[in-house]
T-cell receptor, first 111, second 115 residues
Framework: DQQVKQNSPSLSVQEGRISILNCDYTNSMFDYFLWYKKYPAEGPTFLISISSIKDKNEDGRFTVFLNKSAKHLSLHIVPSQPGDSAVYFCAASVGTDKLIFGTGTRLQVFP | GAVVSQHPSRVICKSGTSVKIECRSLDFQATTMFWYRQFPKQSLMLMATSNEGSKATYEQGVEKDKFLINHASLTLSTLTVTSAHPEDSSFYIC???????????FGQGTRLTVV
């Protein structure tokens, strides 16, 4: 049972444009959502998070949107840069319990 | 952000031997650490939750006698893969969390190859 889903395995975006990565979840008890960026053979790097009491959180070029009724969250990267090319994982947790990860979306930003 | 150090980053061992992987939180005390495993082109799969001073909680399907976890202090957790076999070859990653916000910081991962 995949509680956190990223249905797009890959995304290709031109430099300077917006990248939108999507994530769906099924467990309504999740109250904390996070996005991580991962390069091959490295551990994930925390990007941005949002609690269930909010619907938007912004940090520089990264904005996370949460739609609780749809059980959907998205990560917007504007403007996209070649250095953003990596695999992005969304994750969710109930309080400080274990993180449940999605399957990841490989983002490629081309010039 | 917080720093989590994992060692070694890469290890090759013979089948039947045991391998220990260390996970340290360098600038904060981690009451909880998590161990994940990642197969190629797949997501991070949680193996176990390690709590300081108590027994680890293993996820379903993870053999606790094969993957021994020790969390002896607030800054160190170890994962020992016992009697390793080629199918144990994988990328193992730890994370540490000590924040009510639930943000977990990850180590750099360990690539284990069993030959």
């Amino acid at each position: 049972d995949q509680q956190v889903k990223q249905n797009s395995p890959s995304l290709s975006v031109q430099e300077g444009r917006i990248s939108i990565l999507n994530c769906d979840y099924t467990n309504s008890m999740f109250d904390y959502f996070l996005w991580y960026k991962k390069y091959p053979a490295e551990g994930p790097t925390f990007l941005i998070s949002i609690s269930s009491i909010k619907d938007k959180n912004e940090d520089g070029r990264f904005t996370v949107f949460l739609n609780k009724s749809a059980k959907h969250l998205s990560l917007h990267i504007v403007p996209s840069q070649p250095g953003d090319s990596a695999v992005y994982f969304c994750a969710a947790s109930v309080g400080t319990d274990k993180l449940i990860f999605g399957t990841g979306t490989r983002l490629q930003v081309f010039p | 952000g917080a720093v989590v150090s994992q060692h070694p980053s890469r290890v090759i061992c013979k089948s039947g031997t045991s391998v220990k992987i260390e996970c340290r939180s360098l600038d904060f005390q981690a009451t909880t650490m998590f161990w994940y495993r990642q197969f190629p082109k797949q997501s991070l799969m949680l193996m176990a939750t390690s709590n300081e001073g108590s027994k680890a909680t293993y996820e379903q399907g993870v053999e606790k006698d094969k993957f021994l976890i020790n969390h002896a202090s607030l800054t160190l957790s170890t994962l020992t893969v016992t009697s390793a076999h080629p199918e144990d070859s994988s990328f193992y990653i730890c994370s540490a969390s000590n924040q009510p916000t639930g943000v977990a910081f990850f180590g750099q991962g360990t690539r284990l190859t069993v030959v």
